[in-house]
Protein backbone atom coordinates (compact mmCIF):
# COMPACT_ATOMS: atom_id res chain seq x y z
CA UNK A 1 0.00 0.00 0.00
CA UNK A 2 1.54 3.33 -1.23
CA UNK A 3 1.46 6.74 1.12
CA UNK A 4 -1.20 8.06 -1.42
CA UNK A 5 -3.46 5.20 -1.04
CA UNK A 6 -2.66 5.30 3.38
CA UNK A 7 -3.62 8.96 2.69
CA UNK A 8 -6.61 8.90 1.13
CA UNK A 9 -7.97 5.79 3.40
CA UNK A 10 -6.72 8.01 6.61
CA UNK A 11 -8.61 10.72 5.10
CA UNK A 12 -11.80 8.86 4.12
CA UNK A 13 -12.08 8.03 8.06
CA UNK A 14 -13.09 11.40 9.21
CA UNK A 15 -16.48 10.37 7.19
CA UNK A 16 -16.70 8.27 11.01
CA UNK A 17 -16.13 11.27 13.24
CA UNK A 18 -18.89 13.99 11.49
CA UNK A 19 -21.86 12.42 14.23
CA UNK A 20 -19.03 13.57 16.59
CA UNK A 21 -19.17 17.01 15.00
CA UNK A 22 -15.19 17.02 14.26
CA UNK A 23 -13.72 19.55 11.50
CA UNK A 24 -11.39 18.66 9.36
CA UNK A 25 -8.79 20.52 11.02
CA UNK A 26 -9.94 18.44 14.04
CA UNK A 27 -9.79 15.50 12.81
CA UNK A 28 -5.62 15.99 11.66
CA UNK A 29 -5.16 17.01 15.11
CA UNK A 30 -7.02 14.27 16.04
CA UNK A 31 -4.91 12.05 13.93
CA UNK A 32 -1.47 13.53 15.03
CA UNK A 33 -1.89 12.03 18.62
CA UNK A 34 -2.67 8.87 17.62
CA UNK A 35 0.03 8.68 14.90
CA UNK A 36 2.64 9.45 17.14
CA UNK A 37 2.29 6.78 19.09
CA UNK A 38 1.83 4.35 16.08
CA UNK A 39 5.21 5.92 14.63
CA UNK A 40 6.84 5.38 18.05
CA UNK A 41 5.92 1.89 17.80
CA UNK A 42 6.96 1.60 13.86
CA UNK A 43 10.07 3.10 14.21
CA UNK A 44 10.91 1.66 17.44
CA UNK A 45 11.92 4.88 19.37
CA UNK A 46 8.82 4.37 22.61
CA UNK A 47 11.96 5.00 24.87
CA UNK A 48 10.96 8.29 26.37
CA UNK A 49 7.05 7.29 26.05
CA UNK A 50 6.00 5.50 29.64
CA UNK A 51 5.06 2.35 29.00
CA UNK A 52 1.88 2.16 30.20
CA UNK A 53 0.87 5.06 27.67
CA UNK A 54 2.45 3.13 24.61
CA UNK A 55 0.58 1.73 21.24
CA UNK A 56 0.03 -1.65 22.14
CA UNK A 57 -1.89 -0.45 25.89
CA UNK A 58 -3.86 1.98 23.58
CA UNK A 59 -5.16 -0.98 20.76
CA UNK A 60 -5.87 -3.62 23.63
CA UNK A 61 -8.27 -1.12 25.09
CA UNK A 62 -12.11 -0.82 23.89
CA UNK A 63 -15.50 0.69 24.57
CA UNK A 64 -15.77 3.72 27.50
CA UNK A 65 -12.60 2.53 29.08
CA UNK A 66 -10.85 2.84 25.88
CA UNK A 67 -12.05 6.56 25.84
CA UNK A 68 -11.25 7.43 29.54
CA UNK A 69 -7.47 5.65 28.40
CA UNK A 70 -7.26 7.68 26.16
CA UNK A 71 -8.00 11.54 27.52
CA UNK A 72 -5.43 10.47 30.69
CA UNK A 73 -3.09 9.58 27.78
CA UNK A 74 -3.26 13.06 26.29
CA UNK A 75 -3.11 14.73 29.73
CA UNK A 76 -0.22 12.67 30.87
CA UNK A 77 1.70 13.12 28.13
CA UNK A 78 0.98 16.60 28.02
CA UNK A 79 2.01 17.32 31.46
CA UNK A 80 4.77 14.73 32.35
CA UNK A 81 6.33 13.97 28.42
CA UNK A 82 9.90 13.92 27.45
CA UNK A 83 11.29 16.83 25.28
CA UNK A 84 8.89 16.50 21.70
CA UNK A 85 6.72 14.61 23.54
CA UNK A 86 5.62 17.35 25.59
CA UNK A 87 5.15 19.94 23.54
CA UNK A 88 2.98 18.11 20.73
CA UNK A 89 0.34 16.75 23.82
CA UNK A 90 0.52 19.96 25.74
CA UNK A 91 -3.01 21.03 26.32
CA UNK A 92 -4.14 18.26 24.06
CA UNK A 93 -7.87 17.01 24.21
CA UNK A 94 -10.13 14.55 22.56
CA UNK A 95 -12.96 16.27 19.95
CA UNK A 96 -13.77 12.32 20.07
CA UNK A 97 -17.05 11.57 22.07
CA UNK A 98 -18.05 7.91 21.05
CA UNK A 99 -15.83 5.40 21.79
CA UNK A 100 -16.37 2.87 18.82
CA UNK A 101 -15.43 5.81 16.89
CA UNK A 102 -12.18 6.10 18.27
CA UNK A 103 -12.01 2.34 18.03
CA UNK A 104 -12.19 2.07 14.78
CA UNK A 105 -9.75 4.97 13.80
CA UNK A 106 -7.48 2.86 16.10
CA UNK A 107 -8.00 -0.36 14.38
CA UNK A 108 -7.81 0.93 11.29
CA UNK A 109 -4.59 2.80 11.58
CA UNK A 110 -2.94 -0.61 13.54
CA UNK A 111 -4.13 -2.51 10.34
CA UNK A 112 -2.56 -0.68 8.15
CA UNK A 113 1.16 -1.55 5.54
CA UNK A 114 3.77 0.13 7.67
CA UNK A 115 6.44 -1.27 6.10
CA UNK A 116 5.85 0.09 2.67
CA UNK A 117 5.27 3.44 4.47
CA UNK A 118 8.63 3.53 5.92
CA UNK A 119 10.13 2.57 2.67
CA UNK A 120 8.53 6.12 1.16
CA UNK A 121 8.78 7.96 3.94
CA UNK A 122 6.56 8.33 7.06
CA UNK A 123 7.60 11.84 7.29
CA UNK A 124 6.13 12.19 3.39
CA UNK A 125 2.72 10.82 4.64
CA UNK A 126 2.32 12.62 7.20
CA UNK A 127 2.36 16.03 4.74
CA UNK A 128 0.20 14.04 2.44
CA UNK A 129 -2.61 14.43 5.45
CA UNK A 130 -1.91 18.09 5.74
CA UNK A 131 -2.12 18.80 1.94
CA UNK A 132 -5.45 17.11 1.81
CA UNK A 133 -6.43 19.23 4.88
CA UNK A 134 -5.43 22.64 3.34
CA UNK A 135 -7.18 21.51 -0.34
CA UNK A 136 -10.45 21.07 1.77
CA UNK A 137 -12.34 24.07 1.75
CA UNK A 138 -14.27 23.19 4.79
CA UNK A 139 -11.12 22.88 7.30
CA UNK A 140 -9.90 26.50 6.35
CA UNK A 141 -6.47 25.58 6.79
CA UNK A 142 -5.44 26.64 3.22
CA UNK A 143 -4.77 29.97 4.88
CA UNK A 144 -1.70 28.29 5.80
CA UNK A 145 -0.66 26.01 3.58
CA UNK A 146 1.79 27.29 0.57
CA UNK A 147 1.39 25.35 -2.32
CA UNK A 148 3.84 22.44 -2.73
CA UNK A 149 5.38 23.61 -6.13
CA UNK A 150 5.77 27.46 -4.67
CA UNK A 151 7.58 25.93 -1.83
CA UNK A 152 9.73 23.91 -4.11
CA UNK A 153 10.99 26.99 -6.25
CA UNK A 154 11.58 29.39 -3.75
CA UNK A 155 13.63 26.69 -1.88
CA UNK A 156 15.78 25.91 -4.84
CA UNK A 157 16.27 29.25 -5.79
CA UNK A 158 17.25 30.53 -2.21
CA UNK A 159 19.17 26.74 -2.20
CA UNK A 160 19.92 26.91 1.24
CA UNK A 161 23.75 25.05 2.69
CA UNK A 162 25.09 23.13 4.89
CA UNK A 163 25.77 24.76 8.56
CA UNK A 164 23.22 27.65 7.84
CA UNK A 165 20.68 28.87 9.99
CA UNK A 166 17.44 29.24 8.15
CA UNK A 167 14.36 30.37 9.60
CA UNK A 168 10.22 30.64 9.29
CA UNK A 169 8.80 32.86 11.28
CA UNK A 170 5.39 31.97 10.45
CA UNK A 171 6.24 28.63 9.66
CA UNK A 172 2.48 27.28 9.61
CA UNK A 173 2.54 22.98 9.31
CA UNK A 174 7.14 23.98 9.45
CA UNK A 175 6.71 23.10 5.02
CA UNK A 176 9.51 25.43 4.31
CA UNK A 177 11.71 23.82 6.73
CA UNK A 178 11.10 20.84 5.43
CA UNK A 179 11.77 21.66 2.26
CA UNK A 180 15.32 23.06 3.17
CA UNK A 181 16.47 20.20 4.85
CA UNK A 182 15.29 18.05 2.04
CA UNK A 183 17.14 20.66 -0.49
CA UNK A 184 20.13 20.05 1.57
CA UNK A 185 20.28 16.42 1.62
CA UNK A 186 19.68 16.30 -1.66
CA UNK A 187 22.26 18.30 -3.07
CA UNK A 188 25.01 17.00 -0.29
CA UNK A 189 26.75 14.30 -2.05
CA UNK A 190 26.84 12.48 1.38
CA UNK A 191 25.62 13.93 4.75
CA UNK A 192 28.67 11.17 6.65
CA UNK A 193 31.25 13.43 5.01
CA UNK A 194 30.24 15.92 7.75
CA UNK A 195 31.00 15.73 10.94
CA UNK A 196 29.65 14.78 14.01
CA UNK A 197 28.88 18.33 15.60
CA UNK A 198 27.94 19.23 11.96
CA UNK A 199 25.46 16.39 11.76
CA UNK A 200 23.92 17.43 15.13
CA UNK A 201 24.15 21.44 14.08
CA UNK A 202 22.04 19.98 10.83
CA UNK A 203 19.35 18.05 12.90
CA UNK A 204 19.00 20.46 16.11
CA UNK A 205 19.83 23.82 14.76
CA UNK A 206 19.69 24.37 11.23
CA UNK A 207 15.68 24.84 10.53
CA UNK A 208 13.76 26.65 12.98
CA UNK A 209 10.78 28.68 13.10
CA UNK A 210 7.70 30.31 14.79
CA UNK A 211 4.13 29.77 14.89
CA UNK A 212 1.26 31.89 17.06
CA UNK A 213 -1.43 29.22 16.47
CA UNK A 214 -1.66 26.36 18.99
CA UNK A 215 -2.86 23.70 17.31
CA UNK A 216 -0.65 24.29 14.15
CA UNK A 217 2.14 25.00 16.40
CA UNK A 218 1.59 21.10 16.65
CA UNK A 219 1.00 20.06 13.57
CA UNK A 220 4.65 21.52 12.69
CA UNK A 221 5.67 20.05 15.87
CA UNK A 222 5.11 16.33 14.36
CA UNK A 223 6.06 17.28 11.38
CA UNK A 224 9.54 18.10 12.05
CA UNK A 225 9.63 15.22 14.19
CA UNK A 226 9.10 12.59 11.07
CA UNK A 227 11.09 14.10 9.54
CA UNK A 228 13.70 13.50 11.58
CA UNK A 229 14.02 17.72 12.20
CA UNK A 230 14.63 18.81 16.01
CA UNK A 231 14.96 22.31 15.52
CA UNK A 232 13.37 25.03 17.84
CA UNK A 233 9.94 25.90 16.78
CA UNK A 234 8.76 28.56 18.93
CA UNK A 235 4.94 29.41 19.86
CA UNK A 236 3.92 32.67 20.07
CA UNK A 237 3.82 35.58 18.02
CA UNK A 238 6.95 36.90 16.24
CA UNK A 239 5.25 40.75 15.92
CA UNK A 240 5.41 40.75 19.38
CA UNK A 241 8.51 41.29 21.51
CA UNK A 242 9.08 37.66 21.79
CA UNK A 243 10.15 37.34 18.02
CA UNK A 244 12.78 40.01 18.79
CA UNK A 245 15.07 37.03 19.66
CA UNK A 246 14.55 35.42 15.72
CA UNK A 247 17.62 36.59 14.42
CA UNK A 248 20.82 36.07 12.87
CA UNK A 249 19.68 33.89 10.05
CA UNK A 250 21.57 32.76 6.57
CA UNK A 251 18.14 32.34 5.41
CA UNK A 252 14.41 32.63 5.63
CA UNK A 253 11.56 31.60 3.90
CA UNK A 254 8.22 32.04 4.76
CA UNK A 255 4.67 32.86 3.49
CA UNK A 256 3.63 35.84 6.51
CA UNK A 257 -0.05 35.61 7.14
CA UNK A 258 -2.12 38.52 5.36
CA UNK A 259 -4.28 40.88 7.02
CA UNK A 260 -4.50 43.46 9.63
CA UNK A 261 -4.28 43.70 13.25
CA UNK A 262 -7.74 43.70 14.67
CA UNK A 263 -9.11 47.66 15.17
CA UNK A 264 -6.16 48.55 13.48
CA UNK A 265 -4.16 47.81 16.60
CA UNK A 266 0.11 48.12 15.76
CA UNK A 267 2.50 45.64 15.84
CA UNK A 268 3.88 45.49 20.25
CA UNK A 269 7.50 44.78 18.88
CA UNK A 270 9.80 48.05 20.32
CA UNK A 271 12.30 47.48 17.72
CA UNK A 272 10.67 48.00 14.20
CA UNK A 273 11.04 51.22 13.10
CA UNK A 274 7.49 51.35 11.37
CA UNK A 275 4.95 50.40 13.60
CA UNK A 276 1.94 49.47 11.21
CA UNK A 277 -1.15 47.80 11.87
CA UNK A 278 -0.42 45.81 8.19
CA UNK A 279 0.74 42.59 9.49
CA UNK A 280 2.73 41.82 6.11
CA UNK A 281 4.41 45.08 6.15
CA UNK A 282 5.87 44.01 9.99
CA UNK A 283 6.60 40.52 9.07
CA UNK A 284 8.78 42.13 6.20
CA UNK A 285 10.47 44.75 8.66
CA UNK A 286 11.20 41.93 10.89
CA UNK A 287 12.63 39.00 8.17
CA UNK A 288 15.09 41.81 6.78
CA UNK A 289 15.77 42.77 10.43
CA UNK A 290 16.56 39.28 10.94
CA UNK A 291 19.11 38.21 7.96
CA UNK A 292 22.68 38.33 9.71
CA UNK A 293 25.01 41.16 8.50
CA UNK A 294 28.50 39.84 8.67
CA UNK A 295 28.61 37.15 5.98
CA UNK A 296 27.05 39.42 2.68
CA UNK A 297 25.19 36.45 1.79
CA UNK A 298 22.23 35.98 4.12
CA UNK A 299 18.75 36.20 2.18
CA UNK A 300 15.48 35.77 1.98
CA UNK A 301 12.25 34.61 -0.10
CA UNK A 302 9.07 35.74 1.02
CA UNK A 303 5.48 35.72 -0.31
CA UNK A 304 3.92 38.73 0.12
CA UNK A 305 0.53 40.16 -0.95
CA UNK A 306 -0.06 43.30 -3.44
CA UNK A 307 -0.71 45.94 -1.02
CA UNK A 308 3.24 45.50 0.37
CA UNK A 309 4.38 46.45 -3.25
CA UNK A 310 2.25 50.14 -3.55
CA UNK A 311 1.18 50.87 0.34
CA UNK A 312 1.90 54.35 0.84
CA UNK A 313 2.95 56.08 4.46
CA UNK A 314 4.39 53.64 6.48
CA UNK A 315 4.40 51.15 3.04
CA UNK A 316 6.69 53.29 1.01
CA UNK A 317 9.45 53.54 3.86
CA UNK A 318 9.71 50.02 4.47
CA UNK A 319 10.12 49.70 0.70
CA UNK A 320 12.86 52.45 0.66
CA UNK A 321 13.90 50.82 3.77
CA UNK A 322 14.50 47.58 2.71
CA UNK A 323 15.62 48.48 -0.78
CA UNK A 324 18.50 50.68 1.01
CA UNK A 325 19.32 47.14 3.21
CA UNK A 326 19.09 44.70 1.39
CA UNK A 327 19.37 43.90 -2.39
CA UNK A 328 15.68 43.61 -3.85
CA UNK A 329 16.90 41.77 -7.12
CA UNK A 330 13.76 39.63 -7.74
CA UNK A 331 10.23 40.48 -7.71
CA UNK A 332 8.07 37.21 -9.01
CA UNK A 333 4.08 38.29 -9.78
CA UNK A 334 2.41 34.98 -9.05
CA UNK A 335 -0.59 34.37 -10.68
CA UNK A 336 -4.18 34.44 -8.81
CA UNK A 337 -6.49 31.28 -7.66
CA UNK A 338 -3.02 29.33 -5.39
CA UNK A 339 -4.31 30.32 -2.04
CA UNK A 340 -7.27 29.69 0.21
CA UNK A 341 -8.59 33.05 0.04
CA UNK A 342 -9.70 33.33 -4.10
CA UNK A 343 -8.72 36.19 -5.67
CA UNK A 344 -6.00 37.25 -3.06
CA UNK A 345 -2.81 38.56 -5.50
CA UNK A 346 0.51 37.47 -4.20
CA UNK A 347 4.21 38.18 -5.20
CA UNK A 348 7.36 36.33 -3.65
CA UNK A 349 10.37 39.54 -3.26
CA UNK A 350 13.75 37.45 -3.22
CA UNK A 351 16.96 39.68 -1.44
CA UNK A 352 19.77 39.29 -0.30
CA UNK A 353 21.02 41.52 3.28
CA UNK A 354 24.22 43.90 2.63
CA UNK A 355 27.03 44.40 5.02
CA UNK A 356 25.47 48.04 5.27
CA UNK A 357 22.10 49.05 5.93
CA UNK A 358 22.63 51.94 2.53
CA UNK A 359 22.56 51.66 -1.25
CA UNK A 360 22.27 47.62 -1.22
CA UNK A 361 19.75 47.66 -4.14
CA UNK A 362 21.00 48.35 -7.80
CA UNK A 363 17.83 47.42 -9.78
CA UNK A 364 15.33 45.31 -9.66
CA UNK A 365 14.23 42.55 -11.83
CA UNK A 366 10.52 41.37 -12.24
CA UNK A 367 9.00 38.75 -13.41
CA UNK A 368 5.30 39.08 -14.37
CA UNK A 369 3.70 35.41 -14.40
CA UNK A 370 0.42 36.57 -13.80
CA UNK A 371 -0.85 38.93 -16.38
CA UNK A 372 -2.26 36.45 -19.72
CA UNK A 373 -1.80 33.28 -17.17
CA UNK A 374 -5.10 31.07 -16.29
CA UNK A 375 -6.56 31.04 -12.76
CA UNK A 376 -5.49 28.35 -10.75
CA UNK A 377 -7.26 26.60 -8.38
CA UNK A 378 -8.43 22.80 -7.34
CA UNK A 379 -9.02 22.02 -10.95
CA UNK A 380 -6.37 23.69 -12.31
CA UNK A 381 -3.26 23.05 -9.78
CA UNK A 382 -0.09 24.87 -9.73
CA UNK A 383 2.80 22.98 -11.05
CA UNK A 384 6.60 22.98 -10.76
CA UNK A 385 6.79 23.22 -14.64
CA UNK A 386 4.79 26.31 -14.65
CA UNK A 387 7.90 28.48 -12.92
CA UNK A 388 9.84 26.51 -15.67
CA UNK A 389 10.72 29.33 -17.51
CA UNK A 390 11.11 32.05 -14.40
CA UNK A 391 13.81 29.58 -12.92
CA UNK A 392 15.57 30.15 -15.91
CA UNK A 393 15.40 33.59 -16.21
CA UNK A 394 16.20 33.91 -12.55
CA UNK A 395 19.29 31.29 -12.85
CA UNK A 396 20.45 32.48 -16.23
CA UNK A 397 24.44 34.00 -15.46
CA UNK A 398 25.38 36.27 -13.31
CA UNK A 399 22.19 39.14 -12.26
CA UNK A 400 23.64 41.80 -14.46
CA UNK A 401 23.84 39.79 -17.23
CA UNK A 402 20.17 38.94 -17.41
CA UNK A 403 18.27 39.77 -20.42
CA UNK A 404 14.53 40.66 -21.01
CA UNK A 405 12.17 37.78 -22.40
CA UNK A 406 9.98 38.18 -25.01
CA UNK A 407 7.37 35.68 -26.88
CA UNK A 408 4.68 35.24 -29.20
CA UNK A 409 2.26 34.98 -25.99
CA UNK A 410 3.90 37.95 -24.44
CA UNK A 411 5.75 39.81 -27.02
CA UNK A 412 6.32 42.49 -24.43
CA UNK A 413 8.26 40.02 -22.33
CA UNK A 414 7.55 38.69 -18.66
CA UNK A 415 11.09 39.55 -17.27
CA UNK A 416 11.87 43.32 -17.16
CA UNK A 417 14.20 45.13 -14.82
CA UNK A 418 14.22 48.64 -13.27
CA UNK A 419 16.84 51.00 -11.87
CA UNK A 420 16.95 52.21 -7.88
CA UNK A 421 16.04 55.54 -9.28
CA UNK A 422 13.47 54.42 -11.87
CA UNK A 423 11.23 53.11 -9.07
CA UNK A 424 11.91 55.81 -6.63
CA UNK A 425 10.75 58.28 -8.98
CA UNK A 426 7.47 56.46 -8.93
CA UNK A 427 4.80 57.67 -6.98
CA UNK A 428 4.86 56.48 -3.92
CA UNK A 429 8.28 54.48 -4.89
CA UNK A 430 5.30 52.15 -5.86
CA UNK A 431 6.64 48.43 -7.08
CA UNK A 432 3.58 47.16 -7.98
CA UNK A 433 4.72 47.13 -11.82
CA UNK A 434 2.57 45.80 -14.94
CA UNK A 435 3.76 46.22 -18.46
CA UNK A 436 1.60 43.28 -20.34
CA UNK A 437 -1.72 44.31 -21.01
CA UNK A 438 -4.23 41.47 -21.28
CA UNK A 439 -7.09 41.18 -23.86
CA UNK A 440 -8.87 44.57 -23.62
CA UNK A 441 -5.45 46.41 -22.53
CA UNK A 442 -6.33 47.29 -18.95
CA UNK A 443 -3.97 48.47 -16.83
CA UNK A 444 -3.43 46.19 -14.09
CA UNK A 445 -1.25 48.20 -11.98
CA UNK A 446 -3.74 50.78 -11.75
CA UNK A 447 -6.58 48.89 -10.87
CA UNK A 448 -4.18 47.52 -8.19
CA UNK A 449 -2.90 51.19 -7.02
CA UNK A 450 -6.54 52.17 -6.82
CA UNK A 451 -7.43 48.66 -4.13
CA UNK A 452 -4.30 50.19 -2.15
CA UNK A 453 -5.94 53.52 -1.91
CA UNK A 454 -9.02 51.94 -0.70
CA UNK A 455 -6.90 49.61 1.87
CA UNK A 456 -4.90 52.02 3.23
CA UNK A 457 -7.94 54.62 3.89
CA UNK A 458 -9.46 51.68 5.29
CA UNK A 459 -6.75 51.10 7.94
CA UNK A 460 -6.51 54.49 8.78
CA UNK A 461 -10.77 54.17 9.36
CA UNK A 462 -9.91 51.64 11.92
CA UNK A 463 -6.65 53.44 13.13
CA UNK A 464 -9.19 56.46 13.90
CA UNK A 465 -11.72 54.32 15.75
CA UNK A 466 -9.39 52.71 17.30
CA UNK A 467 -7.86 55.85 18.75
CA UNK A 468 -11.64 57.50 19.42
CA UNK A 469 -12.43 54.31 21.61
CA UNK A 470 -9.43 54.35 23.97
CA UNK A 471 -10.29 58.43 24.22
CA UNK A 472 -13.79 57.36 25.65
CA UNK A 473 -12.42 55.11 27.92
CA UNK A 474 -9.96 57.39 29.36
CA UNK A 475 -13.07 59.78 29.40
CA UNK A 476 -14.75 57.18 31.80
CA UNK A 477 -12.23 56.48 34.07
Not at 294 to 316: H, I, Q, S, Y
Request: glycine share 8%; hydrophobic share 35%; with cysteine.
Amino acid sequence: MTNNEIVSKLWNLCNVLRDDGITYHQYVTELTYILFLKMAKETETEGNIPEQYRWDELVKRDGIELKKFYNILLTELGAEGIGRIREIYSGARSNIEEPANLKKIIMNIDGYDWYSVKEEGIGNLYEGLLEKNANEKKSGAGQYFTPRALIDVMTELIAPQPGERCNDPACGTFGFMIAADRYVKAHTDDLFDLTPEQQTFQKKEAFTGGEIVHETHRLALMNAMLHDIDGHIQLGDTLSNLGKSMKGYDVVLTNPPFGTKKGGERASRDDLTYLTSNKQLNFLQHIYRSLRTDTGTARAAVVLPDNVLFADGDGENIRKDLMEKCNLHTILRLPTGIFYAQGVKTNVLFFDRGKTDHGNTKEVWIYDMRSNMPSFGKKNQLQRSHFDEFAECYCSGHREDRKPTYSEETPEGRWRKYTYEEILNRDKTSLDITWIRSGEAVDDRSLAELLGEIEEKALNINRAVAALKELIGDLEE
